[in-house]
């Protein structure tokens, strides 16, 4: 069951200690999930990094189901990215669970402008030696994730046991980032 970011009290939050970060691609999940690891103390997982190998070449799906067992096994982390195969697994194991639901026309610009950013390297949260591109298909597939990603992510919140924060604008995450930092403040000093 989504929750709206008004309706989340914050101060649960702050107490999470396994969070998953989901969306379309150039939704900004890499982001985002280094920006609560440096305020949380989280060590983040990047999804990406551990699926794709040297040259753009895909993990074997036994040997990636693997590794994300091993990283759910852990009791802190915070984990961006899809990946439908283990998309269920990982809510399971989550308290906390960030739904980037940003419109298509945010997302496929993002993802242009970070391929601009990072054209001809590898970006921090990428596979070794993954230098940054957009192909046809990756933009289509951001394009067209409303309708076909969308509900099925939308299904797969509503089963799992867990608190959900759905945020729909970058400027909801900036407000809801600094709701955080101001609580954490007025913690600190009393």
């Known amino acids: 069951m989504a929750i709206r970011l008004e309706s989340v009290h914050l101060k649960t939050q702050l107490k999470h200690r396994k ?13 985002l999930s280094r920006q609560l690891g440096e305020r949380l103390g989280l060590p983040v997982v990047h999804l990406d990094a551990m699926f794709w190998q040297p040259g753009w070449n895909p993990s ?3 040997e990636f189901m693997e590794r994300v067992k091993k ?7 915070i984990i961006d990215g899809n990946y439908d195969s283990t998309i269920e697994l990982r809510a ?35 596979g070794k030696d993954c230098p940054e591109k957009i192909d046809w298909e990756f ?19 509503a089963k799992v046991q ?26 600190s000093s009393t």
């Not at 960030?98 to 970070?114: E, G, H, M, P, T």
């Open 139 to 157: 933009a289509r597939w951001i394009w067209r994730y409303p309708k076909d990603a969308r509900p099925e992510m939308l299904a797969v919140l």
């Open 92 to 126: 399971q194991y989550a308290d906390l669970t960030i739904y980037l639901d940003f419109s298509n026309v945010v997302c496929l610009y993002r993802a242009f402008k970070r391929a601009w950013i990072y054209r001809g390297t590898t970006r921090p949260d990428m």
């Open 71 to 77: 990283e759910l096994a852990k009791p802190e982390w």
């Open 60 to 62: 074997p799906r036994p």
């Open 19 to 31: 969070i998953l970060i989901v969306g379309s691609g150039g939704a900004g999940k890499s982001t």
């Open 162 to 187: 867990t608190d959900v924060i759905t945020l729909k604008t970058p400027n909801e995450v900036e407000q809801w980032l600094q709701q955080m930092e101001d609580i954490k403040k007025s913690e």
